[in-house]
């Protein structure tokens, strides 16, 4: 299946959410339920793309066959309408190209190739890893450089060097440098995509394509408003959307962590997306009820439980 059609400053579309994986409650992946996220992600949160199995989708805990089918139901449901992007990184080069080959073979539009985390390669390391990954199959590679996560950032240098692999077409920054991103994207084609929603419209302001957010799971028509507005020079609009929305980046992404808040932002306006799996736990009651008031505070309509 073809990917809808994108701009070069934006190969991946704009809005886009780092999807989480709907469990069921023993544990099971609950395809249908990720057939019905990714459509109201789409249809009703205005995302033109989506990811799936990164680490909002709780892809250390998923099976590669698992991966495989979670990616296949994404793309059944809407491949056709939106940009739909594997997360195929691992901290195993090999084990990354297999995964690789596999969302090519599922029908993928995109790769996310997150830095090798754990085993803090040195940026030799970094860039055959990464090249070796971007030459397994024809696909457009998205890069994740999240230092916070890896314990290694992609250096400037490292990515002025993997800027000229054809396949390489954009970053997925969540490293909070702003000015070594600015400098990468004033001297590459390389396309920037924040990857930190504390940080969505700065990084619009020195240029970015567009997120890949998780508050837009509950957000997303209202960030791909303020990618409109900032666009088309209403800055001013789009500053006020960012301003209303800090209730609900804090609520989501500062209490427990990306997938376990999502999911429980999710229930509270009617979408549940199920449990998450061990290691990570479920939200609290008394952080449920926090985020409630966070959700409501940042104007969202709360129809759950």
């Known amino acids: 299946m073809a990917p809808p059609t994108r701009t070069s400053d934006a190969p991946f579309g704009r809005m886009l959410t780092a999807m989480v994986t709907p469990f069921s409650a023993d544990g099971a992946v ?26 909002t989708g709780e892809s250390p805990t998923t099976t590669d066959g698992e991966k495989e089918r979670i990616l296949r139901a994404v793309l059944e449901a809407v491949g056709d309408r939106a940009t739909v992007v594997a997360g195929v990184g691992t901290n195993d080069t090999a084990h990354s190209v297999e995964l690789a080959r596999a969302a090519q073979r599922a029908g993928a539009h995109g790769l996310l190739v997150v830095t090798p985390y754990y ?4 940026q030799e390391g970094l860039y055959q890893h990464f090249t ?22 992609i250096q400037t240098e490292t990515l002025f060097r ?37 940080l969505n419209l700065p990084w619009l302001s020195v240029g970015a394509a567009g997120f890949v957010s998780v ?12 990618i409109e507005h900032y666009r088309a020079g209403e800055v001013a609009a789009a500053l006020e959307i ?10 989501i ?7 376990i808040m999502a999911k429980a932002a999710l229930r509270l306006i009617g979408q549940d997306a199920g449990v998450v799996r061990l290691p990570l736990v479920d939200a609290t009651t008394e952080q449920i009820a926090l985020l409630r008031a966070d959700l409501v505070a940042g104007g969202l309509k709360i129809t759950g439980d």
């Open 132 to 153: 070796t990954v971007a030459d397994a199959t024809a696909l457009p590679v998205m890069l994740y450089d999240i230092p916070g996560r890896s314990g290694v950032p």
């Open 162 to 198: 993997l800027a000229h692999h054809p396949a390489i077409r954009a970053v997925k920054d969540a490293k909070a440098d702003l000015f070594a991103g600015s400098m990468v994207s004033a001297h590459t084609d390389l396309a920037f995509y924040s990857g930190d929603d504390t």
């Open 215 to 226: 508050i837009g799971h509950v957000a997303g028509a209202d960030l791909a408003m303020m």
């Open 30 to 55: 609950d395809y249908p339920g990720v057939q019905r996220l990714a459509t109201f992600l789409v249809d009703e949160q205005r995302n033109d793309g989506l990811v799936v199995s990164g680490t």
């Open 253 to 259: 992404m500062n209490r427990a962590g990306g997938a």
């Open 242 to 251: 960012h301003r209303r929305l800090l209730p609900v980046v804090s609520g």
């Open 119 to 122: 085993s803090k390669p040195p």
